[in-house]
């Protein structure tokens, strides 16, 4: 082979790691601004990589999709009400974001304190020791100013109090910044920005693929005879985080907490010694799937975990466990983009991606859904 097919071999392998090369265009009315009317009501785009073929269909048609024996495996973290309006000791206005949903460390005086990292704006950035006010019931002294614009921050709350009760009644559920509500989130965000099995609470993002999951489509899957199991992703604000670097293999993912407990772990086993499919419902999912996987027995039996994820996956990555992947629409040059490019390839992602777009597609968290098909 001559030098320059040497070089132009060469250059197109590095193009998969290329950020610049995961952009596309998207019209700005085609980023969703509110959801569906109803939850499987949305469109589905089917990319099919077996047979290498696409087509479009409804989501509540993910029956035809999955067969008996199959298993879908969905993410039931909730997301809670983490953003905070307020003001500082000056009077002067402040938003803050809590990055994690808090746990108390401290009780005295009928008093709780609970520490987390926290984004704060404000006209002039408040000094640590400064004490910000919410509520009566509600206030928050900064610790710790940290890199990135971040800042420690503890809560304080009477002790008789349920902080996440607390929050709902002050916060607002902290919508992706691309869709835009000037007054702020709504009762509807509330519900619908939230999975109907949304269980466990420590996200500040929700796990969007399966918003499109209604309870009436989630039983009829279960009637169909197909496997429904649980994990828990903790999704930190890190998914927002832009990558900045040129070569996408040098980004690294902030760590989340996740969980796969035993009878997850033991279903997923069953169904793949049973010849069953794996289906992961979003990239959440998948990621908790296949770190898991790495704590797996000698014999490639999953075991229940807990842990902190930080599992970065691009082109490359080879999948253990996840066969099959529901998921949105996900932003230009994001690191969710190139898990969905690892799983189908890059060239065709972004084929189908245009696709999308020319077909009318409604893109990210309260858009459509795509369903990826690598085992059938």
């Known amino acids: ?182 007054e702020g989130s709504t009762t509807e965000d509330a519900q619908r920005y939230q999975t109907n099995y949304a269980r466990y609470i420590g996200s500040v993002a929700a796990p969007t693929a399966g918003l499109h999951l209604s309870n009436p489509l989630i039983e009829k899957l279960k009637d169909a005879g197909i496997g429904f199991a649980e994990v828990t992703l903790h999704v930190g604000y890190g998914t927002f985080a832009p990558v900045r670097c040129e070569d996408i293999r040098d980004h690294t993912l902030h760590k989340e907490l996740i969980r796969v407990p035993e009878e997850t772990a033991e279903a997923i086993n069953t169904t793949r010694e049973n010849g069953g499919r794996i289906w992961a419902v979003g990239t959440t999912t998948a990621r908790t799937l296949e770190f898991a996987a790495e704590y797996a027995d000698k014999k490639g039996r999953l075991q229940p975990i807990e842990d902190l994820c930080g599992l970065y996956m691009y082109p490359g990555y080879r999948f253990k466990i996840v066969d099959n992947l529901i998921t949105n629409f996900h932003l230009p040059k994001s690191s969710l983009l190139f898990l969905v490019a690892a799983l189908a390839g890059k060239k065709r992602v972004l084929e189908a991606y245009g696709e999308a777009v020319e077909q009318g597609y409604r893109f990210f968290s309260y858009g459509d859904a795509m369903v990826i098909i690598t085992r059938k």
Do not use: W
Not at 75 to 87: E, M, Q, S
Not at 128 to 139: E, N, R
């Open 1 to 182: 082979m001559s030098e320059e097919c040497n070089d132009t071999a060469e250059d197109a392998a590095q193009e998969i790691y290329r950020l610049s090369s995961y952009d596309y265009p998207l019209p700005e009315d085609q980023i969703a601004q509110q959801p569906a009317k109803q939850r499987d009501q949305s469109r589905l785009l089917v990319l099919d990589c077996v047979n290498n073929s696409r087509h479009h269909t409804q989501f509540e048609t993910l029956c035809e999709l999955i067969s008996p024996g199959d298993l879908l495996v969905v993410n039931n973290t909730k997301v809670f009400p983490a953003r905070l309006f307020g003001h500082k000791e000056t009077g002067g206005k402040i938003e803050m974001l809590l990055l994690h949903f808090p746990a108390p460390v401290k009780q005295e005086n009928g008093v709780c304190q609970a520490t987390t990292p926290a984004l704060i704006k404000s006209s002039k950035r408040p000094k640590p020791g400064s004490v910000l006010h919410f509520s009566d019931a509600l206030q928050a002294k900064v610790e710790a100013l940290l890199p990135d614009g971040k800042a420690e921050v503890s809560l304080f709350y009477p002790a008789h109090a349920d902080l996440e009760q607390l929050l709902e009644k002050h916060g607002e559920i902290p919508l992706p910044p691309y869709i835009r509500r000037p």
